[in-house]
């Protein structure tokens, strides 16, 4: 066993002794304290989901993952559509469509210029 087992064990046992002996010499101070703990957590839980969650933007990207998904299956639908409608019509070739690359930039840069190091 290593050391961390150890401890956490004992800290373990000495909860659970803790626990059993405010269960039989103080149980009413066990449930008000339990029920303490319970509205703590819940106040930090409402906490964290209204305010903590809105800061990090967590709804912001939902959204647009949800729109993306949409956009995707408005594509897949409009793509499927004619192929299933008309048998004839996936047998025509239609004109090839070159993408538009206007993401796309020219950088110009200096090649005809050497760098020379050993002179600089």
């Given at each position: 066993?290593?050391?961390?087992?150890?401890?956490?064990?004992?800290?373990?046992?000495?909860?659970?002794?803790?626990?059993?002996?405010?269960?039989?010499y103080t149980p009413?101070?066990?449930?008000?304290?339990?029920?303490?703990?319970?509205?703590?957590?819940?106040?930090?839980?409402f906490l964290y989901?209204?305010?903590?969650?809105?800061?990090?933007?967590?709804s912001t990207e939902?959204?647009?993952?949800?729109?993306?998904?949409?956009?995707?299956?408005?594509?897949?639908?409009?793509?499927?559509?004619?192929?299933?409608?008309?048998?004839?019509?996936?047998?025509?070739?239609?004109?090839?469509?070159?993408?538009?690359?206007?993401?796309?930039?020219?950088?110009?840069?200096?090649?005809?210029?050497?760098?020379?190091?050993?002179?600089?």
């Amino acid at each position: 066993m290593t050391i961390r087992s150890v401890i956490t064990y004992t800290l373990i046992g000495l909860a659970a002794i803790g626990l059993v002996s405010m269960l039989i010499y103080t149980p009413g101070a066990l449930a008000r304290q339990l029920a303490v703990l319970a509205v703590t957590a819940v106040v930090i839980y409402f906490l964290y989901r209204l305010v903590i969650r809105k800061r990090l933007g967590g709804s912001t990207e939902d959204k647009a993952f949800a729109k993306a998904a949409k956009h995707s299956k408005k594509r897949l639908q409009k793509r499927q559509k004619p192929s299933s409608a008309s048998p004839s019509s996936s047998k025509k070739k239609k004109p090839f469509r070159r993408k538009s690359t206007s993401h796309l930039t020219v950088i110009d840069g200096k090649k005809g210029k050497r760098n020379n190091r050993a002179s600089s």
